[in-house]
């Protein structure tokens, strides 16, 4: 099972001298996937575990606080799928100010070799590090003391490269299958679901509410969904309106995901929501019962979608 290593000053013993993959991983999507495959044969050879060190938040939040949200996974997504993948520790470094600040030389000396006391290092070819970015490959392998592999970006179709920006580039334009087809999954929002106004409970159909946080925003509207609730091992299938309520208007776009046969309260708990199809953009009604009528020919709507794809 996958350790999270939110502390790199108190790394234990059996993480240390590791097979260590070093990258954003926003996403994990079959380029980052296929990486991690050869790192995984790299640590079976060496008779070492196998470790991803990635950046928390965001080192492109960091620097541009004021971006528009972009992120197609967070923390626990990104350990649930690495562990599935077969790492066994996953180094969550938080990237601040001092982090920013070290030298390409400090990164290997201060965060690889004395903090993680790592044996090899595995990195795609144009890995970038250290203040200013100014640590290459070549540095890393002529200073390092460790191994250090290198990889060229793999490529989906003979010609353009999975990339996490070809994904985002996807999902703005509502292409769910496409972007699925990089990432080896459907993507998915996995946040906490919060109090509402209740107005769907009054109209006949109650909401799981999420606030859309720093995940990416998807195209404002109606989509057939999966949902998977905390604690639950099956997936459930319903609708969701992502958007701003044009009614009611709120500033923040948020999930609203009406379950199909459930009604129970889940305030609290992460829901995964697998937007599978996007079925129309969001639309003002002139009153509640028009709203309603709506609603339900979206869940006959999304159900025959859902019912004739796969999960």
């Not at 970038?128 to 390092?144: H, K, S, T």
């Amino acid at each position: 099972m996958i350790k999270l290593h939110n502390n790199l000053e108190e790394i234990p013993d059996d993480a240390r001298g590791s097979v260590c993959v070093i990258g954003n991983f926003d996403g994990l999507h079959l380029g980052h996937q296929a990486l991690l495959r050869q790192a995984a044969d790299i640590a079976r050879i060496q008779n070492a575990p196998l470790s991803v060190l990635t950046f928390e938040p965001h080192p492109r939040e960091f620097f541009q606080p004021d971006t528009e949200p972009f992120r197609l996974t967070l923390l626990p997504a990104k350990q649930r799928i690495l562990g599935s993948l077969g790492v066994a520790h996953l180094f969550a470094a938080e990237f601040n100010a001092q982090l920013a600040a070290l030298t390409a030389e400090d990164f290997i000396e201060k965060v690889l070799k004395n903090q993680l006391g790592v044996r090899h290092v595995m990195v795609g070819r144009d890995f970038a590090f250290g203040r200013g970015r100014a640590g290459n490959v070549e540095q890393l392998r002529r200073i390092a003391g460790f191994g250090v592999t290198a990889i060229d970006p793999v490529t989906c179709d003979g010609e353009e490269t999975y990339s996490s920006t070809r994904v985002r580039g996807l999902l703005r334009a509502g292409k769910l299958d496409d972007a699925a087809a990089l990432l080896g999954r459907r993507w998915e929002i996995d946040m906490p679901v919060v109090h509402g106004d209740k107005r769907g409970r009054e109209l006949g159909y109650p909401t799981a509410n999420q606030q859309a946080g720093r995940y990416l925003r998807l195209p404002l509207g109606i989509y057939a969904v999966r949902v998977l609730i905390e604690g639950e091992t099956v997936w459930r299938e319903g609708v969701a309106n992502f958007g701003i309520r044009p009614m009611f208007r709120i500033t923040q776009p948020i999930f609203e995901t009406y379950i199909f046969d459930f009604d129970s309260e889940i305030y609290g708990k992460n829901l995964r929501v697998q937007p599978v199809k996007f079925l129309r953009p969001e639309q003002e009604f002139k009153g509640l019962e028009a709203l309603s009528a709506q609603i339900k020919q979206d869940c006959h709507a999304a159900a025959a979608v859902l019912k004739s794809t796969s999960l």
